[in-house]
């Protein structure tokens, strides 16, 4: 869109300019709203009903295994501030 209104001339002055850009705004913000509202209708035809669908029920965590998360959210960044494992 950015391109074609180049070619015609819409950045020809900055007042055109802006104008352009504000118009290529509203027409992004349009588009994916339709395409958001296309692609909700498409999961509803599908069986989508606003949560997250799994083939298994989970079951919960134990307290053996929230102390495992809350420790490795803990010692990583730890590990990672000290240097003893490279992130990138």
């Known amino acids: 869109m950015l391109i074609a209104q ?4 819409g950045h020809s002055s900055w007042k055109k300019t802006i104008n352009s850009l504000g118009v290529l705004g509203g027409m992004l913000i349009i588009r994916a709203f339709t395409r958001s509202e ?4 498409a999961m509803r035809a599908r069986g ?3 949560g997250v669908m799994l083939a298994i029920n989970l079951p919960a965590l134990k307290k053996k ?3 495992l ?5 803990f010692l990583l960044p730890m590990l990672v501030y000290t240097g ?4 990138w």
């Open 84 to 87: 003893d494992i490279q992130v």
């Open 6 to 9: 180049k070619s015609r001339l």
């Open 48 to 50: 989508y009903e606003g």
């Open 38 to 41: 296309r692609t909700y209708e």
């Open 65 to 67: 295994e929230y102390f």
């Open 69 to 73: 998360v809350i420790g490795m959210g």
